[in-house]
């Protein structure tokens, strides 16, 4: 797990950062770790088994990710609100159930099912299909990034990507619906209309599971946090939950 913590204790509630398959806690560490302390919110994030700079877990189960994140907020000074991005939405979606989060927020949210699958078949197939029979998922810039972000920097985060576990990614499309959240805490979704991982209509469905409408972020990639125009999304972010 890694942090930034605000100059000055104003007793915000800390933010967890849950990843997405193949990515780290380094993918929040670049911009918006530093940006929420600087807005007087500690802030966290945390690499599940098997990413960022822990030991390899091919094995890993959605089950074992969701203990991760129930530890890693356990362990935080305060009630934490659990921000979970890409297929890291899910494993807070299942998160929620065990912790009694102070909120949630699911950005672009991979929540499973065959429609997921659907989706990155036709936006990219060769990097795709070795995942359905336990072969690494391999995604692409164009996936990820919109054509602001400069070419060099995207290759550099694509270039640290790694791997989910195996019984991940196939639990990923064979999921089963998260239990009600202990306390039922506010959850905010938001994503981009222009990504090529998550459709439109996928962000519309789990923003009405939680009884609201997706705040959208159009000619953004899956990557918002990566992505050219990050501090909108996370200043968005910190804006809704002054208000919570």
């Known amino acids: 797990m890694v942090s930034a913590l605000p100059e000055l204790e104003e007793g915000r509630p800390p933010l967890l950062f849950v990843p997405g398959f193949g990515h780290g806690a380094w993918a929040f560490a670049e911009h918006w770790l530093g940006h929420t302390a600087a807005r007087g919110f500690p802030a966290y994030a945390v690499s599940l088994r098997g990413h960022g700079g822990s030991a390899p ?48 927020v699911l950005v672009a949210p991979v929540l499973g099912g065959w429609g997921t699958l659907g989706a990155a078949l036709r936006h990219n197939p060769a990097g795709t299909v070795p995942a359905v029979f336990g072969g690494p998922l391999r995604l692409t810039r164009r996936q990820l990034f919109s054509h602001d972000l400069p070419d060099p920097q995207a290759r550099q985060y694509v270039s640290r990507l790694g791997r989910a576990g195996r019984r991940a990614q196939w639990q990923l499309l064979a999921h089963r619906a998260p239990e009600p959240a202990v306390g039922a805490p506010p959850v905010l979704v938001l994503g981009s209309p222009d990504d090529r991982v ?10 009405r599971r939680y009884g609201s409408a997706p705040l959208l972020f159009p000619g953004m990639g899956h990557d918002l946090m990566l992505d050219a125009r990050w501090p909108e999304p996370i200043d968005a972010i910190l804006d809704w939950l002054a208000k919570v």
């Not at 129930?70 to 494993?91: I, K, Y």
């Not at 998550?198 to 923003?207: D, E, G, S």
């Open 198 to 207: 998550v459709p439109p209509a996928a962000l519309t469905r789990a923003a």
């Open 57 to 104: 877990a091919p094995e890993a189960t959605l089950r074992a990710y969701v203990h991760d994140v129930t530890q890693a907020a356990a362990s935080l000074p305060r009630q934490a609100v659990l921000v979970g991005h890409g297929a890291g939405a899910l494993v807070v979606a299942h998160a929620l159930a065990r912790y009694p989060a102070r909120a949630a």
